[in-house]
């Protein structure tokens, strides 16, 4: 089983759309949850990040944690053509940069 | 001028070369990073510096060779490369390696023929 699992699309969605996108994970012991945002041609930028279990919310975007089944989603609301990209999701024991475990990355593409 | 520069944008080497990638960063960042992203798989951690020291390598094969001349700059270089070395490598650096976001470069295409 691999450590941290997601699906890599890709997923095309109409603009306005609300986008779910998920990973899950295998290790228990996994406290801090990371998204990434890829657009083509470029290197992740960090959109996202959060402690634990719970939600945290920035504007359009929703990160939740439910340690319980080892399910992280990443939410994208009123989704515009410019959120087309890969998401990244990460995961970390410490916030240790040394052993941050990333999934495969979903790609999305909303339509206009 | 981005964060983290990473030079060449696109490398095509075959299989007997021996040529580096470069990276600099200008946050005044004390740690760097040596990512390599292949299709469908997720990002994989080669070597991380901090404060100019090599603290992490994780089995990376001796064909990769980096170097990191002072907290600006990264280098990695390549020799006798194999098809499978064909990625798109991503330098990254952050102000610690603990609690630190990492900030990455735009990575270089490397096509190894």
């Known amino acids: 089983q691999k450590e941290v699992e997601q699906d890599p699309g890709p997923l095309s969605v109409p603009e306005g759309a609300i986008v779910s996108l998920n990973c899950t994970y295998s290790?228990?012991?996994?406290?801090?949850f990371m998204w990434y945002r890829q657009y083509s041609r470029k290197g992740p930028e960090l959109l996202m990040y959060?402690?634990?279990?719970g939600n945290k919310e920035d504007g359009r975007f929703t990160a939740q944690v439910d340690k319980s089944s080892k399910y992280i989603s990443l939410f994208i609301r009123d989704s515009q053509p410019s959120d087309s990209a890969t998401y990244l999701c990460a995961m970390s024991f410490q916030y240790n940069n040394n052993d941050m475990r990333f999934g495969a990355g979903t790609r999305l593409t909303v339509k206009p | 001028e981005t964060g983290v520069t990473q030079t060449p944008r696109h490398l095509v080497m075959g299989m007997t070369n021996k040529k580096s990638l470069k990276c600099e960063q200008h946050?005044?960042?004390?740690?760097m990073y040596w990512y390599k992203q292949s299709a469908k798989k997720p990002l994989e951690l080669m070597f991380v510096?901090?404060?100019?020291?090599?603290?992490e390598n994780n089995s990376v094969p001796s064909r990769f060779s980096p170097e990191c001349p002072n907290s600006s700059h990264l280098f990695l270089h390549l020799h006798t490369l194999q098809p499978e070395d064909s990625a798109l490598y991503l330098c990254?650096?952050?102000?610690?390696?603990?609690?630190?976001?990492?900030?990455f470069g735009n990575g270089t295409r490397l096509t190894v023929t």
């Open positions: 510096y901090s404060l100019e020291e090599r603290v």
């Open positions: 959060t402690y634990s279990s």
């Open positions: 990254a650096s952050s102000q610690d390696r603990v609690n630190s976001p990492l900030h």
């Open positions: 290790n228990s012991a996994f406290q801090y």
């Open positions: 946050l005044g960042h004390n740690a």
